[in-house]
């Protein structure tokens, strides 16, 4: 059973550039989540996938943008790189559980697409 | 609001002693935390949880205490193990419980 996984593993931009990161759910899961992780941090959720829509937003500017597709894989853009940027850009999978304590089951991790931007 | 912290970025032990790591939250109406393992180059690695209708919850060589009166989880590694060397978040979801908030992490360094 194949877990969450990313692509590319690591990947250098200019400032300006635009930058697409990819993630593939781990198999059964239909909602994905992206979260930034600068060094040193906890990782922030940047927004939340789930029947192609966009459900939750975290505080983070429309530089950033995604899409989800049929099949529940997800890509992540960002246009206009900064420099703060730079960071591990995580993926999560799980199922949505409503009413559940908290809504949220399990958030399985990928290994993340570390981007540089210089 | 919404935060989650941990009380110290590092902690070294020896191998074979116990571990704690510990964790403050400031939402009294927060009702589950989870606990991730974040080994070097890799993503976070969900390792227990617990709601607030639990005092401790124990997994494999693991253990969870939550303190709801003074709002504060740890979680014990008994016997820690050289694999067990990684940054440790606490977690918990936000207020729309679509995502997780993580603290800044603890660093376990064990030295054998």
């Known amino acids: 059973d194949a877990g969450v996984t990313q692509s590319p593993t690591h990947l250098i931009k200019t400032r300006g550039q635009q930058v697409t990161l990819r993630c593939s759910p781990k198999?059964?899961?239909?909602?994905v989540s992206w979260y930034q992780q600068a060094l040193g941090q906890g990782p922030q959720f940047i927004f939340q996938?789930?029947?192609?829509?966009?459900?939750q937003r975290g505080n983070f500017p429309d530089r950033f943008s995604g899409h989800q597709f049929p099949n529940y894989s997800s890509e992540l853009n960002v246009n206009a790189l900064l420099l703060g940027d730079s960071a591990l850009y995580l993926c999560?999978?799980?199922?949505?559980?409503?009413?559940?304590?908290?809504?949220?089951?399990?958030?399985?991790f990928g290994p993340g697409t570390r981007l540089t931007v210089l | 609001g919404e935060s989650v912290g941990l009380h110290l970025p590092t902690l070294s032990v020896q191998e074979g002693d116990n571990s704690i790591i510990n964790c403050a939250y400031s939402?009294?109406?927060?009702?589950?935390f989870i606990w991730y393992k974040q080994e070097s180059g890799k993503g976070p690695q969900f390792i227990i949880d617990?709601?607030?209708?639990?005092d401790k919850r124990q997994g494999q060589r693991v253990t969870v205490l939550l303190n709801k009166t003074v709002k504060h989880l740890s979680l014990q590694i008994a016997a820690t193990q050289p694999g067990d060397s990684a940054v440790y978040f606490c977690?918990?979801?936000?207020?729309?419980?679509?995502?997780?908030?993580f603290g800044k992490g603890t660093t376990l360094s064990v030295s054998s």
């Open positions: 999560a999978s799980s199922f949505p559980v409503p009413g559940l304590a908290g809504g949220i089951d399990t958030q399985y």
């Open positions: 198999s059964g899961h239909d909602t």
């Open positions: 996938y789930y029947e192609e829509e966009e459900r």
């Open positions: 939402n009294s109406a927060s009702d589950y």
């Open positions: 617990i709601r607030s209708n639990m």
């Open positions: 977690a918990e979801p936000n207020q729309a419980g679509t995502a997780l908030i």
